[in-house]
């Protein structure tokens, strides 16, 4: 990893679509010689895949959520994550330190979509407690680490 690894991370965490063309122009590369770079980056496993990012709300489920949840002492983590993993308006499960065991962050159609999830989250899923937290609003910072 170098310099030029580092500017090439950033351009694809802006724009994953980014031609080698224009990467190569943005770092003073070929387009096969940007092809290279990536190529290597992606072998090496720093690169892991491409993906859409979606706005929740443009696709009816602008409320967003974290429920904080400890689970009973008897709920098996492993299979707390596979129950709530189904559950369509889960977006991000954490397994965590500290108070809480886990974090999901939720993206709901409305309050009562919120309200059957933090349910189902509680009944069918093994929490002894749970604490949630709507979103106000949020940023999202989309930059490559620093090398």
């Given at each position: 990893m170098d310099e030029i690894d580092d500017r090439i991370l950033s351009i694809l965490a802006t724009n994953g679509r980014a031609s080698f063309a224009a990467i190569g122009e943005s770092v003073g590369l070929s387009p096969h010689g940007a092809a290279d770079r990536v190529r290597r980056l992606e072998r090496d496993g720093v690169i892991t895949g491409y993906a859409a990012r979606i706005d929740p709300a443009g696709v009816g489920r602008a409320l967003d959520a974290y429920i904080d949840v400890r689970l009973l002492p008897t709920t098996d983590s492993?299979?707390?994550?596979?129950?709530v993993g189904r559950l369509d308006s889960v977006r991000e499960i954490t397994f965590l330190t500290g108070r809480f065991?886990?974090?999901l962050r939720i993206a709901c159609r409305d309050t009562d979509d919120l309200n059957d999830t933090v349910r189902a989250v509680?009944?069918?899923a093994g929490a002894a407690g749970t604490e949630t937290r709507i979103v106000l609003r949020s940023t999202t910072f989309e930059r490559a680490?620093?090398?």
């Open positions: 492993e299979e707390f994550e596979r129950r065991d886990f974090q509680r009944r069918e680490p620093l090398g």
